[in-house]
């Protein structure tokens, strides 16, 4: 896609971290903003920085987990503006380190329904509202899916499952879409480490799917997850995503994988697992038997 000025972006999850910095990057281009997220007042906070600079906005409040929600968010942007050119189905959650850490059949089901309800079925969602009606406007257009590189790294938690599901769609999709030869195009985004406050959104739990107890939680899941929220704050700027997200739908680039090198090597370890057919290398153990064999 070439031609950004004055055609229409829609963001999931728009309100805070990279979702919020896609928004403001599509408004700086001269594009008409959709921002969509569960969170009132930082949605509305964030759809008032971009009027106060000239933007062109509009802001829905969406849980992405409804498909209710979903579609009416699709019929508020079509109404407002007539048709959708971009559109960024980025809204995530990770359930507490416990979620992450502990083995996957002692994970709490409710941990399970709310990752793959926000992270997979909000995408689904997402594509079926979206793209039938932008196929029909016949202009071109860009999907990107926001997955991680959880998504191509094996681990048993909801999270990184999720994911998997979301790169494997959005693969398939953009099959679809240069088999058909149509003007729409389709890219994943890959992140590694991003400095956002992915680890505070138990907070847009709902309650039905129950509420880990963070304070509760044994010690050295409190310390992983004291480690981890080190480790996102030193991570990539979210206007750096933004950037490369904004020059992939320009280039037609499929995969967007900002990360650190470490866990690319990571990938590629996993991917040579598969297509050699080796048993699945765990980097910990990798690294142990490489220091007691020194
Ligand atoms: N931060 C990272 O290191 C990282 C790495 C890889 C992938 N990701 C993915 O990036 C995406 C954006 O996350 P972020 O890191 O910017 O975190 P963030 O918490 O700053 O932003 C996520 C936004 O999604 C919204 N949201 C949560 N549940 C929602 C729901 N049910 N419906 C609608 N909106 C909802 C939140 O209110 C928030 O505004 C997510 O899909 C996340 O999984 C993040």
Same mark, same amino acid.
């Given at each position: 896609?070439?031609?950004?000025?004055?055609?229409?972006?829609?963001?999931?999850?728009?309100?805070?971290?990279?979702?919020?910095?896609?928004?403001?990057? !599509?408004?700086?281009?001269?594009?008409? %903003?959709?921002?969509?997220?569960?969170?009132?007042?930082?949605?509305?906070?964030?759809?008032?920085?971009?009027?106060?600079?000239?933007?062109?906005?509009?802001?829905?409040?969406?849980?992405?987990?409804?498909?209710?929600? %979903?579609?009416?968010?699709?019929?508020?942007?079509?109404?407002?503006?007539?048709?959708?050119?971009?559109?960024?189905?980025?809204?995530?959650?990770?359930?507490?380190?416990?979620?992450?850490?502990?083995?996957?059949?002692?994970?709490?089901?409710?941990?399970?329904?709310?990752?793959?309800?926000?992270?997979?079925?909000?995408?689904?969602?997402? *594509?079926?509202?979206? *793209?039938?009606?932008?196929?029909?406007?016949?202009?071109?257009?860009?999907?990107?899916?926001?997955?991680?590189?959880?998504?191509?790294?094996?681990?048993?938690?909801?999270?990184? %499952?999720?994911?998997?599901?979301?790169?494997?769609?959005? +693969?398939?999709?953009?099959? #679809? !879409?240069?088999?058909?030869? &149509?003007? =729409?195009?389709? &890219? %994943?985004?890959?992140?590694?480490?991003?400095?956002?406050?992915?680890?505070?959104? #138990?907070?847009?739990?709902?309650? +039905?799917?129950?509420?880990?107890?963070?304070?509760?939680?044994?010690?050295?899941?409190? #310390?992983?997850?004291?480690?981890?929220?080190?480790?996102?704050?030193?991570?990539? +700027?979210?206007?750096?995503?933004?950037?490369?997200?904004? #020059?992939?739908?320009?280039?037609?680039?499929?995969?967007?994988?900002?990360?650190?090198? +470490?866990?690319?090597?990571?990938?590629?370890?996993?991917?040579?697992?598969?297509?050699?057919?080796?048993?699945?290398?765990?980097?910990?153990?990798?690294? =142990?038997?490489?220091?007691?064999?020194?």
């Amino acid at each position: 896609m070439q031609d950004f000025e004055g055609r229409v972006a829609v963001v999931t999850g728009a309100a805070s971290g990279m979702g919020l910095a896609f928004s403001q990057k !599509f408004a700086a281009e001269g594009m008409k %903003v959709v921002l969509a997220d569960i969170e009132a007042e930082p949605l509305a906070m964030a759809e008032g920085a971009i009027k106060a600079k000239g933007g062109d906005v509009l802001a829905v409040r969406t849980d992405v987990m409804s498909e209710a929600d %979903v579609n009416a968010l699709a019929d508020a942007a079509f109404a407002r503006y007539g048709n959708v050119h971009i559109l960024c189905n980025n809204a995530g959650v990770t359930a507490s380190a416990s979620s992450l850490r502990s083995r996957p059949w002692e994970v709490p089901l409710s941990d399970w329904e709310w990752t793959f309800g926000v992270n997979f079925m909000g995408v689904l969602y997402g *594509i079926r509202a979206f *793209i039938p009606r932008m196929l029909a406007n016949g202009d071109e257009g860009h999907i990107v899916n926001t997955a991680s590189l959880a998504g191509m790294l094996s681990a048993a938690n909801p999270y990184n %499952v999720s994911k998997h599901g979301v790169v494997c769609l959005t +693969e398939g999709i953009y099959k #679809e !879409f240069k088999t058909m030869g &149509s003007k =729409l195009s389709a &890219s %994943v985004l890959c992140p590694g480490l991003i400095n956002t406050a992915i680890l505070e959104a #138990e907070r847009n739990r709902p309650a +039905e799917l129950g509420h880990t107890d963070e304070a509760a939680l044994r010690p050295e899941l409190q #310390e992983f997850t004291a480690m981890f929220k080190a480790a996102l704050s030193l991570g990539i +700027e979210p206007d750096v995503v933004a950037q490369m997200v904004f #020059e992939a739908i320009r280039d037609d680039q499929f995969y967007i994988i900002p990360t650190q090198p +470490e866990m690319l090597d990571l990938m590629r370890l996993r991917m040579q697992d598969i297509i050699e057919q080796r048993n699945p290398t765990i980097p910990e153990l990798a690294l =142990l038997q490489a220091q007691a064999a020194q």
